[in-house]
């Protein structure tokens, strides 16, 4: 009867699972109306100079305020979006909430952070893009190269052209592009040839392994050489996941030209940002 105890076992996990699964799908699915009852916004994410200190950027984070569920952070409706195709949309409100928080921060003059946002696979093989990123440059009046798109490796993966195409006019308009948590992708690197990349985002996973074990030691190699294949291309490398000062100073030790993490800010709402820009 082992047999059929084991059988119900994962007939429950099954019904588990499955009401996640629904669980999941109807958040998915509430979220054009949550866009029109302005339950999302963003959070900031400092990128500080491990030169000398300065705030270079900011990373928009998206979050939900949902009236049930309290704040809900992308982990839990992102990957969804991006399999209903909601995430078009919802990426397309953070942009233009992006731009428009952005450029208010420069009114008071001196140098302003760049904005990063994270762009979603389907975002950018959508045609259209260029075009939306134009218009929202216009309206809010924030100059390009204050602006930073965030795409991951898997972006990369398809042979498609037309990623590669918007990718170059926007690079060609001054707009700033990243690639999100470098190293834990598979694809190969000829994206970086073939693509006006400006920064390397290093997966935290990386900095968490910064101390002195073995692995610590690998990890540090492994920083080490992307931190020269960056700079060998031109690139800048921020170092994602930074939670210590020990972290940090190996990565100024290291070379690498920037850092994000608990240890330099959590993310925080627009107004913090503003306050620390002045
Ligand atoms: P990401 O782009 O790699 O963003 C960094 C994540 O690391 C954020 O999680 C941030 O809160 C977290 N983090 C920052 N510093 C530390 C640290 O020192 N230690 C640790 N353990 N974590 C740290 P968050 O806000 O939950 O976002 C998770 C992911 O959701 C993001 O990862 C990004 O891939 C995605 N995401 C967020 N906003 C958007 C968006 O507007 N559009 C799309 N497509 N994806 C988004
Ligand atoms: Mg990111
Ligand atoms: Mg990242
Ligand atoms: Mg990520």
Known sequence: WAKSAGG??????????????????????????????????????????????????????????????????????IGLAEETGLIVQLGGWVLAEA???????????????????????????????????????????????????EITESTMMSTAKEPVRALRVLADLGVRIAIDDFGTGYSNLAYLRDLPVTELKVAGEFVAGLRSSSVGRTDERIL???????????????????ETAGQAERLRAIGCDAAQGWHFGRPAPADRILARIR
């Open 8 to 77: 119900a076992r994962w007939a429950l996990y099954d019904a588990e699972r499955n009401q996640r699964e629904l669980a999941r799908y109807a958040l998915s699915a509430a979220i054009p109306a949550a866009l029109e009852r302005g339950e999302f916004y963003l959070d900031y994410q400092p990128l500080t100079s491990l030169r000398d200190g300065s705030l270079v950027g900011v990373e928009a984070l998206v979050r939900w305020r949902h009236p049930e569920l309290g704040v809900l952070r992308p982990d839990s409706f």
């Open 224 to 242: 080490a050489s992307l931190v020269s294949l960056a700079h060998a291309l031109d690139l800048t490398v921020t170092a994602e996941g930074v």
């Open 99 to 149: 731009c428009r928080e952005a450029e208010a921060w420069s009114a008071g003059g001196a140098a302003a952070p760049f904005v990063s946002v994270n762009l979603a696979v389907r975002q950018v093989h959508r045609p259209g893009l260029v075009q939306e990123v134009r218009t929202l440059l216009r309206q809010t009046g924030l100059p390009p190269e204050r602006l930073q798109l």
